[in-house]
């Protein structure tokens, strides 16, 4: 079997500090596992706080993990420090929000084209290569583009002007941090289907950080749902959102609008009384409404179903 492009294993991280009298600390990810292969889709699902954004930083080398491991093609980001300095060109992130991303006293032409001078991927007049890559996001003519300023740009442009510049170390894989959150409906589809063409002509593999359920739907070969820093549920996007397991997914699912969802199919949703998790027991147990006695006093592992399915949830181990 070959090896895959990506490969995250018991991947953790605690933020916080420490005293003389005192111990601060917060546990953002917790026993994170999964793969990605070339060409394909991973979303990464959530509310706010879930520990969606600190793996996407995790896996750029942005912040170092607390605990587990990062492998890229076989080669370990916690064993081999001189693979941190070569990652820019194995794996690119794209932020969420485009206007605060791009330097507003820099020309396109400037932005796209200096980390190909930094890297060394470029000797020489970038001009041509930048004209070639926003073309290839769509930015035409790209002539009109790139002696722009950013604020010269719509949202839109702004993050075909990110891809264009992702685009321009050959990644291998891309992280997209709430990529359309910033945009209208409309241009965020238009973002969607770009990303979905690049990955095929380009052989990307994408890790998709979204709360949108229609989206991860829409892009993903798999979702993995996340709750309190943990996976909760992992498996094919068809099967994770037409038959979801754990209560979480359900919660979400029954969440979002559809007009076409059956009136009589409803979840009980409980007062979460605060946001802080508990320290004990099944994270999701407070707002669950299948907890028992074991929810709330014992930890509980990932079962594996079979296939690609995964759940943690006392109602399956």
């Known amino acids: 079997m070959s090896k895959p492009l990506l490969h995250v294993n018991e991947l953790g991280k605690v933020f916080g500090s ?42 750029t080398n942005l912040i170092p993990a607390t605990s587990g491991d990062i492998m890229y093609g ?14 820019p060109t194995f794996v690119q992130m794209i932020f969420q929000d485009p206007f605060a991303a791009l330097n507003p006293h820099h020309t396109i032409g400037y932005i796209v084209g200096r980390p190909l001078l930094v890297q060394r ?18 930015l035409t003519p790209a002539e ?29 894989v891309i992280v997209a941090d709430e990529p359309t959150s910033m945009l209208d409906v409309s241009i965020g589809v ?24 229609g989206s991860a739907k829409y892009m993903a070969d798999r979702i993995m749902v996340m709750y309190a820093g943990q996976m909760v549920e992992y498996g094919p996007a068809e099967q994770v959102i037409g038959e979801p397991l754990h209560p979480y997914t359900k919660l979400l699912i029954y969440s979002s609008p559809d007009p076409w969802r059956d009136a009589s199919l409803t979840m009980e949703i409980i ?32 079962t594996k179903l079979g296939g690609e399915r995964q759940v943690r949830c006392h109602l399956y181990t």
Not at 19 to 39: P, T
């Open 74 to 87: 076989g080669q370990s980001l916690r064993r081999d420090k001189r693979l941190g300095r070569k990652l």
């Open 190 to 213: 238009d973002i969607m289907n770009l990303l979905l063409d690049l990955k095929s002509q380009e052989q990307l593999a994408l890790i998709l950080i979204t709360h949108n359920l």
């Open 271 to 302: 007062d979460p009384q605060g946001m802080e998790i508990p320290k004990t027991g099944c994270a999701f147990h407070h707002r669950c409404p299948h907890a028992g006695d074991a929810c709330r006093t014992k930890s509980v592992a990932v």
């Open 144 to 172: 009109d583009f790139i002696d722009k300023y950013p604020y010269q740009l719509s949202g839109g442009q702004k993050q075909r002007v990110m891809i264009a510049k992702v685009l321009g170390l050959a990644p291998k």
């Open 18 to 59: 420490r005293s003389m009298f005192r111990k601060n600390e917060f546990r953002a990810v917790h026993d994170v596992s999964f793969r990605l292969e070339q060409g394909e889709v991973l979303a990464i699902v959530g509310e706010s706080g879930s520990g969606k954004s600190t793996i996407a930083r995790m896996l």
């Open 121 to 138: 991927q470029w000797k020489g007049d970038t001009r041509p290569k930048v004209l070639e890559l926003l073309q290839k996001v769509g």
